[in-house]
Each structure stands twice: as C-alpha cells, then as structure tokens.
C-alpha cells in the first residue's frame, strides 16, 4: 500500500513539477534521519551583494545575514519531519523572526533496492510580507540521487505554490536544484551546486526575470554524527543575489 501510494505521489510531482529562497540553500539527499533519531542544522549565509532597494514591499537583502534552525525527527526508516525556524540579521531594521515551515518527507526503503535514492517532501508554512511577498507557500521536492565511486549527483526538480501574495493566481513554479560532488579525500567533497527559478510550467519567465545561481561548495564527512556544507555563490541573472556566502553545521542526537 505505502509502495504504491509513494509511485502515485512521485508520479504527480513528477507531471506537475523559484530559486530555493535564501533561509536555506541546501540541495537534499535522498536518506531521511533515522527512527528515533533528531537532527540539528544551522544554516547561516551572508549576501555580499544582493538587492538594495524596497521591492512589492520586501526588504532589501544587500548585506543580510540569514539564520535558519532546522529540527528534524526520524519516525520511521522511510518517515521524517523537519521543522525550520527563519530569521534575518541586518542593518536599518531588518533583524526578525521571519516565519517558520514544516517539512514531512517519505522515502523509497533501503529494501526495495531501487538504482537511485528517492523521496519527496512537502514543506509548508508562512513568512513575514516585509521578508517575502508570497506569505503562504508550498514547497514539493522529489529528490533522486546516487553515488558512483567517488561521484555524487542529487537532483531536486522543485514544484512551489504561494496562497497568499502576487504569485498566489500563478500555477506550480519550476525550481530545479542539482549538486555534483566528488570525494578527494575520504573526509573532503568539492563540486557545483545549482539552484534555478524559471516560473510557471509552460508559462516560463523571460531569461531576465529567471534566478539562477551557481555555487562552489565544499562537504566535510568526518563523522555520521556531523554534517558540514559550506560555499560561495554567484547570481546569473539581474533578479538574483550576485554574491553569497553560506555554511550548514548539523549534529545527529
């Protein structure tokens, strides 16, 4: 029943499925926390060069640090939930609580032995209007990944839906996000990640009004305990931020 009833649920995001907002730059894996497990992230960046301007009511993000605390509890060896906590450091007002999201996520079990690693999540939850204008969302992310050797390749084909704010009377918006890496040492993995915005399905923005950025980002396995993610980012397009600097510091409990 679970089997066909995660197929089902694959296949719609599949068919139906803008740039991952900046509280959480972070393409998944597909492996959910273990059963009565939790883990804690911290996921920290810096925009060194991104909007300086009041835009549809949103607060600038040149010179803003973001802060975002993740928890998330393993249930079950295919079930977790996530519970993300955003805020904002930053001159001439901008420090807040900026909203909070939750996230249940399903994977395909170790024991159907599937080629690739599968799951989805569904994160839901609200954000302050001076933060983002799309105060109510919907995030569906299927994830696939797999690992050759020393090479790593996770894609995210990410589906977002605002309720409430100018983007609420738009279909499903288009966000894929893909990270490659590859193991130079037994501790240490380098490679790109990407995370792109195109709008709408079959009603894509024009190539200036697209958010797609680049990052070089670093992997740290030292222990299954820990997790460490950092790296620098370039924007491609005028509609996102130029220059970022972001680090993800987790510990399994």
């Known amino acids: 029943m679970f089997k066909n009833l995660l197929f089902i649920t694959l296949l719609f995001a599949f068919t139906a499925v803008k740039a991952q907002d900046n509280y959480e730059i972070q393409v998944y894996g597909s492996e959910t926390v273990e059963p009565g497990r939790t883990m804690l992230e911290l996921h920290s960046n810096y925009t060194f060069n991104g909007s300086k301007t009041i835009e549809d009511g949103v607060l600038p993000t ?12 393993g249930w079950t060896p295919w079930f977790e939930t996530g519970f993300y906590f955003f805020n904002t450091l930053g001159s001439d007002g901008r420090s807040a609580y900026v909203g909070s999201h939750i996230r249940p996520r399903v994977a395909a079990p170790v024991a159907w032995n599937w080629p690739v690693g599968v799951s989805v999540s569904f994160e839901v939850g609200f954000q302050k209007a001076a933060y983002d204008a799309n105060t109510a969302s919907l995030e569906i992310r299927p994830i696939i990944d797999k690992k050759w050797g020393g090479l790593y390749v996770s894609l ?11 983007e609420s009377t738009q279909g499903f918006i288009f966000s894929p996000n893909i990270k490659m890496s590859y193991d130079i040492s037994k501790a240490i993995a380098l490679g790109p990640e990407y995370y792109g915005s195109t709008g709408p399905f079959f009603h894509y923005y024009s190539a200036t009004n697209q958010q797609h950025q680049i990052f070089l980002a670093t992997d740290l396995n030292v222990s299954p305990n820990w997790e460490f993610n950092a790296g620098y980012g370039w924007g491609l397009t005028n509609s996102t931020s130029k220059s970022i600097f972001k680090v993800i510091l987790g510990r399994r409990f």
Do not use: R
């Not at 040149?62 to 509890?73: A, D, L, M």
């Not at 995210?156 to 100018?166: A, E, H, I």
């Open 62 to 73: 040149n010179h803003v640090f973001h802060e975002t605390i993740e928890i998330t509890h």
């Open 156 to 166: 995210n084909p990410t589906l977002d839906k605002s309720f409430v704010g100018p």
